[in-house]
Each structure stands twice: as structure tokens, then as C-alpha cells.
T-cell receptor, first 113, second 113 residues
């Protein structure tokens, strides 16, 4: 069985604040992949990052950073100095082997100017 | 490089009518996916093709949904007859065989009245 939990349904922050989106996953597989996607109001899912289960290095890309901790089965996403353009629904997803993506329910982020 | 193309972007039909959606994947991507995203939920896979063969259609309601990818490039998803609960966004995604990160199109928002 697999499960992806994004407990935060909605988050609102004021522009320039930092915000962390939580993702907790469940899987019995030792090899798996984790993803984050952004879905702006236009509706298209935009790929942000892919991480495999053997690579626990944190990653930073501009204002975005990701913290992967196998010990707590978490793959959290932090946006530093948030901007209005960051307003979107963010999805965490799990892929086991050749199986397809299993998405969480998403977190709606609103950045208030 | 052009992204995944989908049409139409919006469709409104009455229940029991039929509807078809079209998807053209990223050039060179052998794998194509159709997802259904109900409001407030994450996308759920309906069907996966590799070239023109079906890899996974276990979640496709085959009594009313059908999909084809005859020439291994673009694909059509059909619903006949539509029900109220089919109201959703239908997302198409594609990936290459080398790196299976999925890239999504803008989706088709279907409203069934």
C-alpha cells in the first residue's frame, strides 16, 4: 500500500515570508521516487523536483528548497521570501518502481501582497 | 521544446452525452498518461500507454470511458455516456523512456450538467 499525506489543506502567508509545505509518505518499497508539482490557477501541473529514495541530500533551487528525511518519511518543501506568483496548489507525489504517480491531496498556498 | 498540448480547454455537456478529449505529448515521449482530477483532489491515473500499447488501465471505468493512441503519438480519451460525477479536469502527461518524469498539459475542464 502507498499513501501520501499533505496535512495542510490551505496556507496563507504575507509576501516575503518563508513557508514550508509538509509531505509525509508511506511505502514498503526500498526504491521509490518523490516529486513536487505546482498547479497555478491556469491548471497545468508544473514539475518542480524529483528525488529518489537513495538520495537524501537536501536540494536548493533559487528560493525553493527541499528536505528529504527517510527516518520520518517526509519530503518537505520550503519557499523562501514568498512572492505572489507562488500562489498555487502544490502536490507531493510518490512513484514506486514502474508504478505510476500517486498524488497527495495538495496544499493551497496563498501569498498575500 | 513544445509542451504537452490538449484540447479543448473547456467543455460543457449534458449528462448522457458523449465527449472526446485530445492530447499531443512532448515530441519523442513514448509514454502517455491520462489523469482525472476532481475538484479538491490530486490527479488519479486513468490509463497509461507506452507507444500504442496499454500499460495500465486498471482505474479506467471501461463501461463508459475509452482511450486510444493508434499511431503511438497523440491520444484521444472518450466518455460515453457522461455522468454528473465525471465533472473534473482531465490531464494528459507524457514521459520519456530514459527518464520517467511526467510532464503535464494544461488539462480539459469538463462540466456535466
Amino acid at each position: 500500500a502507498q499513501k501520501v499525506t499533505q496535512a495542510q489543506t490551505e496556507i496563507s502567508v504575507v509576501e516575503k515570508e518563508d513557508v514550508t509545505l509538509d509531505c509525509v509518505y508511506e511505502t514498503r518499497d526500498t526504491t521509490y521516487y518523490l516529486f513536487w508539482y505546482k498547479q497555478p490557477p491556469s491548471g497545468e501541473l508544473v514539475f518542480l523536483i524529483r528525488r529518489n529514495s537513495f538520495d537524501e541530500q537536501n536540494e536548493i533551487s533559487g528560493r525553493y528548497s527541499w528536505n528529504f528525511q527517510k527516518s520520518t518519511s517526509s519530503f518537505n518543501f520550503t519557499i523562501t521570501a514568498s512572492q505572489v506568483v507562488d500562489s498555487a496548489v502544490y502536490f507531493c507525489a510518490l512513484k514506486r518502481g514502474a508504478n505510476n504517480l500517486f498524488f497527495g491531496t495538495g496544499t493551497r498556498l496563498t501569498v498575500i501582497p | 521544446e513544445a509542451g504537452v498540448a490538449q484540447s479543448p480547454r473547456y467543455k460543457i455537456i449534458e449528462k448522457r452525452q458523449s465527449v472526446a478529449f485530445w492530447c499531443n505529448p512532448i515530441s519523442g515521449h513514448a509514454t502517455l498518461y491520462w489523469y482525472q482530477q476532481i475538484l479538491g483532489q490530486g490527479p488519479k491515473l486513468l490509463i497509461q500507454f507506452q507507444n500504442n500499447g496499454v500499460v495500465d488501465d486498471s482505474q479506467l471505468p471501461k463501461d463508459r470511458f475509452s482511450a486510444e493512441r493508434l499511431k503511438g503519438v497523440d491520444s484521444t480519451l472518450k466518455i460515453q455516456p457522461a455522468k454528473l460525477e465525471d465533472s473534473a479536469v482531465y490531464l494528459c502527461a507524457s514521459s520519456s523512456l530514459v527518464r520517467d518524469t511526467q510532464y503535464f498539459g494544461p488539462g480539459t475542464r469538463l462540466t456535466v450538467l
